[in-house]
């Protein structure tokens, strides 16, 4: 039995942008319009169960209705660019969901629907429209029902004739004469001054349509008479302006909009490029073990492979390892189960050298006859080309194998290659090179719940297929780093920090627990405090964690203003609540209650899971091959998240300590680091005079923006500053900066506008950043780190927007990461070379943090900034803060 389903694909993905915070990808790709309208989409695919689904969007900005009437839709404002980009992304995506999708020049969505809805009751099927418009209730009968969606997309209300007539007074048809009457400030239609909704309805009540109305104006008085009659033309012209056209001239036919599901695999692609983890693990994909085994088989049927499972297999070790004295050559692959490479089990190995490749247990690596083969992984001076070394050292370390020598590393040269690639897995680099095909991991382990070592047969065949992959591979990417000028990026700075950063994981930063313990006995009391005041406000006791008592208790007892509803209550989220802080003085105890519970579960005691018992320490892990612009991320756990702007969360800090007794940590924060790049590379003279001045840069822009000296720059000046600052660095609108400041996109637009006409260098490089990039298909850092903007030239303005966006932050924030990076490893050496006790324990962002012994401690204080300000030499002086302290808080 046919079932359709019809999409308003503008108004729904416009609704899930505003009702949810701004998402981007690691290639800087916003996300949240996408990723809500994909979280609609699944659960009405899998509550509706529809065998046809058509996604309708509107062509263009003008249709028919403009012929008479040029005003239509004129008062909106013009849509956010980080909204706009999203759509074609969005366009991609429902292809991967095998979604037909419609529009058509001059006719907008609802027209679109309300043609395809006609057909439905004419065939007499049943179908539902999915729309965040109203003005779609005139669509409704008996096959038809609408889903309008809440303020956001999560939740729908379903309408049928019946629930129209329920809550209208009205049948379907007169919704067409509802928005005659009190038009629609959203679409520019005006209808008639002074009637809002329940004017319109007490009048549809009696009257039944506008027409009627019109006839009957002698039995209306007053100023309501008044203004309809002297507003009769818009009212006929609103109701025709608000009624959907059901006549589109649509080429498709039901059988290209039929449905019949989509391929998880693919599916989960998409899903990986756009980061949606949280929606791959809903899909639990997993591959038939039986579809491994074959794939392997047929991979390696030309590869010669040796087993090395005991001891009797000796003589094949010693083969390996003769071969391995002849040639520097060879491929590694490590192959370990666990994303944490703290925690990670080592389940085999696999070495390809000239002709054939040798796998084995790690078992096997750790026995007494296997003695050589240790050696061979632990000396510097026998080069090792591999497949993510950082993580393999990472996994030997804690197993008490020694790693040393890396001397190319295959995912870490793809990142450089690609880095807007958002998963770096061997079997893709493998395939994008047209070499011999290397099954999927997900292929031959399964995915989630499906996940499952293989048979031995299977698996070393896996481990020798993906050493030989990088055999291959190695010469490739060496020389493709060479032709696009990043060896030395690669060489003199990416590889050697990847050994940098498995050591500051290895070694760790110590933790001490019971100071983490005292701080969250401190916020409980402080939380019981908070708690007890809001139930004495209450004037009750109730869960406050519950969203559905909280919203009883605000809203039903103490009367406040509600906001919005969701289908089980009340809404009581953080914008709700910051909206009615005013109102009540229940509202802050609330809202701080809320930070320091997320305090307590999400850091305190995240925290202590995360310390490790045999070492006392947590040991992060540093991704290199995430972020596109070339940032680190921190993983197991996150210290880079560690929150710093509440006093209770700053306090955290307290609990990192030095791991030997009377040593101090230091700190070393590059200031501005960001903007200091940006006057380098922009040559702005504004911009190069603050920072050669050593002035307050926010201050400074202040002044020149708006035309006052030091002295009169207020703190509010000085914010709106610093906003529009930081902002440019990120490629920001009008909308995202009016976001920011809490003031209109017109003001935030004329601030912007301002801004460029003061410092002219930034306004000339981003002018000259998009032409060179337009010309060349890619950005660099000043290090030649590349971003590729494959969508530079696209004719589709929105997608051509986001990449000249990409293409003036990139050399920026790029060059920022680079330049730590180059002092993290500057810094190494120059520890080594005057042989000091002191270890660099972190990179946080902009910020490096050491543990230093008393009598380094001086001389510390003035190399850390020292190597830092000169990491790269610049047009404006690079600047580094340094604090130190018995703990990480007192280094701030």
């Given at each position: ?738 976001q920011n400041l809490g003031i209109t996109r017109r003001d935030a637009g004329q601030f912007i506008e301002q801004y460029l006409e003061v410092f002219e260098g930034v306004r000339r490089f981003m002018d000259d950043i998009k032409t060179q990039a337009r010309k060349d298909g890619y950005v660099t850092t000043l290090l030649e780190r590349r ?106």
């Amino acid at each position: 039995m046919e079932k359709w389903m019809l999409i308003d694909g503008n108004s729904i993905a416009y609704r899930a942008f505003f009702s949810m915070p701004l998402l981007t990808n690691a290639a800087g790709q916003h996300t949240n319009a996408v990723f809500g309208f994909t979280l609609m989409l699944l659960k009405l695919l899998d509550q509706e169960k529809p065998t046809h689904v058509l996604v309708a969007f509107d062509a263009g900005k003008i249709t028919f209705r403009h012929e008479g009437y040029t005003e239509y839709k004129g008062g909106r404002e013009k849509t956010p660019p980080e909204l706009s980009e999203q759509f074609p992304v969005l366009k991609e995506l429902l292809n991967a969901f095998n979604i037909s999708q419609f529009e058509l020049s001059g006719y907008e969505a609802d027209d679109i629907i309300g043609t395809l809805t006609r057909v439905a009751d004419e065939k007499g099927v049943s179908t539902v429209v999915v729309t965040g418009d109203k003005d779609m209730l005139q669509l409704a009968s008996d096959k038809v029902t609408i889903a309008v969606t809440r303020k956001g997309v999560s939740e729908v209300d379903l309408y049928s004739p019946e629930a129209i007539q329920e809550k209208y007074g009205l049948v379907p048809l007169q919704i067409i004469d509802l928005k005659g009457l009190m038009g629609d400030t959203s679409d520019n239609i005006p209808g008639v001054p002074g009637v809002g909704e329940k004017t319109a309805l007490k009048l549809l009540h009696e009257h039944g349509s506008v027409e009627n109305v019109l006839d009957n104006l002698d039995k209306l008085k007053g100023k309501l008479k008044e203004n309809i009659e002297n507003h009769k033309d818009d009212a006929i012209m609103s109701k025709r302006l608000a009624t959907i056209f059901r006549e589109v001239p649509i080429e498709q036919g039901t059988d290209e909009i039929r449905y019949d599901g989509y391929d998880a695999v693919k599916l989960a692609e998409a899903f990986r490029k756009l980061e949606f983890k949280s929606l791959i693990e809903r899909l639990q994909l997993g591959a038939d073990a039986g579809d491994a085994e074959e794939a392997a088989q047929a991979s390696a049927a030309e590869l010669s492979i040796h087993v090395i499972e005991s001891d009797k297999d000796e003589a094949l070790l010693e083969q390996l390892l003769q071969t391995l004295e002849k040639t520097d050559k060879n491929g590694l692959y490590i192959e370990s189960v666990g994303e944490n490479p703290h925690h990670a089990e080592l389940i085999g190995m696999a070495v390809a050298a000239e002709e054939a490749v040798y796998a084995l247990p790690i078992t096997v690596l750790e026995q007494p006859f296997a003695a050589k083969l240790r050696d061979w992984l632990e000396q510097p001076s026998k080069p090792k080309y591999g497949f993510d070394l950082h993580k393999a050292e990472l996994a030997l370390t804690w197993r008490g194998i020694g790693f040393k020598g890396a001397a190319f590393d295959v995912q870490l040269a793809a990142y450089l290659l690609d880095p807007t690639e958002a998963s770096q897995t061997l079997s893709g680099i493998n395939e994008k090179h047209s070499l011999p095909a290397v099954p999927s991991d997900d292929a031959v382990y399964g995915k989630g719940a499906k996940f499952k070592v293989p048979a031995a047969a299977t698996l070393y065949r896996h481990l020798a297929l993906k050493a030989e992959a990088v055999r291959r591979l190695v010469p490739i990417m060496t020389e493709e780093l060479g032709r696009t000028g990043m060896s030395k990026l690669y060489f003199d700075l990416e590889q050697p920090l990847s050994r940098i950063l498995a050591g500051m994981e290895s070694l760790g930063i110590k933790v001490e627990k019971r100071e983490l313990e005292t701080l969250g006995s401190d916020l409980e009391r402080q939380l019981t405090a908070i708690i007890s005041d809001i139930y004495k406000h209450a004037g009750t006791e109730f869960n406050i964690g519950s969203p559905k008592q909280l919203g009883e208790i605000l809203f039903d007892k103490l009367g406040l203003p509600a906001k919005k509803k969701t289908k089980t209550g009340y809404s009581t989220d953080a914008e709700v609540l910051e909206e009615l802080a005013p109102y009540h003085e229940i509202i802050p105890l609330i809202l701080h209650y809320r930070q320091l519970s997320k305090l307590q579960s999400t850091y305190v005691e995240g925290l202590l899971k995360e310390i490790r018992e045999e070492t006392g320490k947590v040991h992060t892990y540093y991704r290199q091959t995430i972020a596109a612009t070339g940032r680190l991320s921190s993983q197991f756990p996150n210290l880079q998240n560690i929150p710093i702007r509440l006093e209770e969360g700053r306090k955290i800090r307290k609990a990192f300590v030095p791991s030997e007794p009377g040593w101090y940590i230091l700190a070393a924060d590059y200031s501005q680091i960001e903007l200091r790049v940006l006057a380098h590379i922009s040559g702005d003279a504004n911009l190069k005079e603050a920072f050669i001045n050593d002035m307050d840069i926010h201050t400074k822009t202040a002044m020149d923006v708006f035309g006052v000296t030091a002295e009169q720059v207020d703190s509010n000046m000085r914010r709106q500053a610093k906003a529009v600052n930081f902002g440019i660095v990120y490629g920001i609108s009008d909308f995202g900066l009016s976001q920011n400041l809490g003031i209109t996109r017109r003001d935030a637009g004329q601030f912007i506008e301002q801004y460029l006409e003061v410092f002219e260098g930034v306004r000339r490089f981003m002018d000259d950043i998009k032409t060179q990039a337009r010309k060349d298909g890619y950005v660099t850092t000043l290090l030649e780190r590349r971003r590729y903007l494959n969508d530079i030239n696209a004719s589709n303005f929105n997608i051509r927007s986001f990449a000249e966006r990409t293409a003036m932050n990139t050399p920026i924030q790029g060059t920022a990461a680079d330049i730590i990076k180059l002092a993290m490893v500057q810094m190494d050496a120059a520890l080594r070379e005057r042989k000091l006790k002191s270890r660099m324990l972190l990179q946080v962002h902009d910020e490096l943090v050491f543990e230093v012994p008393e009598d380094e401690l001086e001389l510390m204080k003035s190399l850390v900034p020292e190597v830092m300000a000169g990491a790269l030499t610049l047009d404006v002086p690079l600047k580094a803060d340094v604090n130190y302290g018995v703990n990480w808080y007192e280094a701030k």
